[in-house]
């Protein structure tokens, strides 16, 4: 049983670095930015409303 925890373990460390770096990956390859530039170059690394005119943010590639 023992050993069966620690595999369960290990495999859910293995999952959460995988997926951290997709995570990390996706932040770099888009950010969001309120289409009116309410905030000047502002970017936000999630997609939402704009905190000023609470407009929907667009996806910015750099
Ligand atoms: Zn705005």
Redo the contacts with the bound molecule.
């Keep these: 049983m023992k050993k069966f925890i620690s595999a369960t373990a290990v495999l859910l460390l293995f999952i959460g670095t995988f997926s951290s770096c997709s995570n990390s990956a996706k932040t770099e390859a888009a950010v969001y930015q ?6 000047g170059e502002k970017t936000y690394d999630k997609a939402g409303s ?6 929907e943010l667009e996806e910015v590639k750099k």
């Design positions: 309120c289409p009116m530039k309410c905030e704009c905190a000023v005119c609470g407009m």
